[in-house]
Every structure is written in C-alpha cells, then in structure tokens.
C-alpha cells in the first residue's frame, strides 16, 4: 500500500509556522484554498473559542468570507489549520469530535517541541484520524 503524501509549499509553511510563533498562548486557526490537490493561498481566521489556549473555534463570517474568496480565485478548500500551544501536533477528542470537512487536510502545529516547531497533516472521517505525510516543496 502507497501512503498518501501532501507537498505544501515552503512559502505557506513558513506562514504557518510564523502565524503559531505569533500567538505562542492561543491556538491560531485557518484554512487554506488549493488548485488541482495543491495548497496555494492562507486564509487566517480569528479564534473565537471561549478558550482560546486549548481549542479553536473559526469566525464563522471570516470563514464565509474565506469560502467566498476561495471560489472567487477559483479555490476549493485544501486544509483547515490550527496550533496546540501545549499539545503535541496530532488531533485532540474535541478535534475528532468537530472535524466536519472528511474531504479537507487537517494541519496541526505543535509549538510543544522544545524550539522546534512540528506541523503533520490529518484527514478525520467519522471521528478517526489517519495521519497524511507532509512534503516541503518549493514555492
């Protein structure tokens, strides 16, 4: 059996990346369009969660408005990111329990690594995760 593997551009990793260090206390969320199975453009979205350290919640209009820009460049939805602050990059129960997009990666960054940021992608279908190996590819 092939393991499925994502490429994601160094360009949106590091964006990525540098949205967590940004907000190192609170889980920073968004989503992230694609062209033909390809990320292409990030969307952060505000976390609206009543506690922002331990889950995340997107905007809802900011995600609509996300939704909206993505069809308009001709986008579908390719992933849905948030951070662990204190956790480490791999799904929580409330994650499972919230995943509603089977068809989209879910990113997880852990800023729970000793100095070293860890990011690993997820698909989550009915409450299981599976994880997806992630490529750096250049811009």
Do not use: W
């Not at 393991?3 to 920073?28: F, G, Y």
């Amino acid at each position: 059996m092939t393991q499925e593997e994502i490429h994601i551009s160094r360009k949106i990793t590091n964006q990525l990346l540098h949205l967590a260090q940004q907000s190192p206390d609170q889980e920073v969320c968004g989503l992230i369009g694609g062209k033909n199975g390809l990320p292409t453009r990030c969307y952060p979205i505000n976390n609206i969660a009543e506690k922002p350290g331990q889950r995340f919640q997107l905007d809802p209009s900011q995600q609509i408005a996300a939704m909206a820009n993505m069809r308009d460049q001709g986008e579908e939805l390719f992933a849905i990111y948030h951070s662990h602050p204190t956790a480490p990059a791999e799904p929580s129960a409330i994650d499972l329990e919230l995943a509603a997009y089977p068809d989209a990666l879910y990113l997880i960054i852990s800023l729970n690594t000793k100095g070293i940021l860890e990011m690993r992608g997820f698909r989550i279908e009915q409450k299981t995760a599976r994880e997806i190996a992630l490529a750096l590819s250049e811009d």
